[in-house]
C-alpha cells in the first residue's frame, strides 16, 4: 500500500528522524505564523504519534530531543540565521516563495565535518525565481525531485477535492496546483510533467549538434525568445523585452560566447516564420 501525504507532513518527518539521530536542523517556512502553526505543528504531532516528549522552545522557535536541535526560521527574518553552524539538514518549507538569496544565506550554516543535506517541498509558480532554478538542476540531475498530484493525497476527502476542483478555474493555477506540474517561465504551456518526468536524467547531448531555436515576439505583446540546445540538454535560454530582427545575430554571438561556443559550433538555426523575411536576412 502507497500513503500519499502533504509536503509539509513529509519534511515533518524527515526532520523528526534527523532530530532522533541527534543532528542539527534549520527549517524554514514562509511566515513565522506558518512555522508555528504547520511546520513546527506537524513536527509536535509526529513525536505525539512516536509517544516521545521534546522540548520545545516557542520563544526561541526550537525543538530539542537530547543533543538533537531544529532551529525554525521564516522567510521574513531568513538573516537572523547567519552564525548558525555545524548544520547536518536544512528544510526549506515553500521553497517558491523563499527569497532568491535563500541558499547564500543558508550555506555557511552547514559547515561541518559531514555531508550536509537540503530537503525542501514546494508547489510550482511560473515566474519564480525557483521554478527556472528547479527546472534547470531537474534538467542537469543536480537534484533529486518527486512530484505528486492533489488527487494523490491519499489523506484528502472527496469533498475536498472536488472542492478545489471547482475553485480553481484559471487553466495554469489548475495545472500547478491540481496536477503539480511544472510550467516553462517563457511560455504558457507545460514542459514538465509529474506523472512522465524521469527521477534520472541522461543527458546525451555530447551525441548532438548544437542547434538554435528563434521565436519572435512579432508585434510586440510578448517576449522574444532565443533556445540553445544538443539533444536533450538546454544549453540557454534567453528573452527579451524587444529584439530587432538585425540585432538578433549579435544577440546569438553573445550567448555562444557565454557558453563556450562559436558560430562555427552551430548546425541549424529554426526561426518562426511568423517573425518575417528580416530576421532571415539579419542571420545570413
Known amino acids: 500500500m502507497v500513503v500519499v501525504l502533504g509536503k509539509t507532513v513529509i519534511l515533518s518527518w524527515i526532520i523528526v528522524f534527523h532530530l532522533l539521530q541527534e543532528k542539527r536542523i534549520l527549517a524554514f517556512s514562509q511566515t513565522y505564523k506558518s512555522l508555528s502553526q504547520n511546520l513546527f505543528d506537524e513536527i509536535l504531532k509526529r513525536f505525539d504519534e512516536l509517544k516521545i516528549k521534546p522540548l520545545y522552545n516557542k520563544g526561541a522557535m526550537t525543538i530539542a530531543y537530547n543533543k538533537g536541535i531544529c532551529f525554525g526560521y521564516s522567510y521574513e ?3 537572523s540565521s547567519r552564525g548558525l553552524t555545524e548544520i547536518n539538514l536544512l ?6 516563495l523563499a527569497p532568491a538569496d535563500i541558499l547564500a ?3 555557511p550554516c552547514l559547515r561541518g ?3 550536509p543535506i537540503i530537503r525542501f517541498g514546494t508547489s510550482p509558480r511560473q515566474g519564480s525565481v525557483w521554478n527556472k532554478w528547479l527546472i534547470d538542476n531537474m534538467a542537469t540531475s ?3 525531485v518527486f512530484t505528486a498530484k492533489m488527487s494523490d493525497n491519499t489523506f484528502l476527502s472527496k469533498e475536498s477535492l472536488e472542492l478545489s476542483m471547482n475553485a480553481i478555474t484559471d487553466e495554469k493555477m489548475r495545472l500547478q496546483e491540481i496536477e503539480g506540474e511544472i510550467l516553462s517561465d517563457y511560455d504558457e504551456s ?3 510533467y509529474a506523472n512522465d518526468f524521469p527521477k534520472s536524467f541522461v543527458d546525451n547531448s555530447a551525441n548532438y549538434p548544437l542547434k538554435i531555436g528563434i521565436d519572435g515576439s512579432g508585434q510586440g505583446r510578448d517576449k522574444s525568445v532565443i533556445c ?6 538546454i544549453i540557454s535560454i534567453t528573452k527579451y523585452d524587444k529584439l530587432d530582427p538585425f540585432d538578433c545575430s549579435t544577440a546569438i554571438k553573445l550567448i555562444l560566447l557565454k557558453n563556450k561556443f562559436t558560430t562555427d559550433d552551430v548546425y541549424e538555426i529554426n526561426i518562426d516564420m511568423g517573425y518575417g523575411e528580416r530576421l532571415f536576412c539579419g542571420l545570413k
Open 105 to 107: 544565506i543558508t550555506a
Open 142 to 144: 543536480n537534484i533529486e
Open 228 to 233: 540553445i540546445r544538443k539533444g536533450n540538454k
Open 77 to 79: 527574518n531568513c538573516e
Open 113 to 115: 565535518n559531514f555531508t
Open 190 to 192: 507545460c514542459i514538465l
Open 91 to 96: 528544510v526549506l518549507d515553500e521553497l517558491c
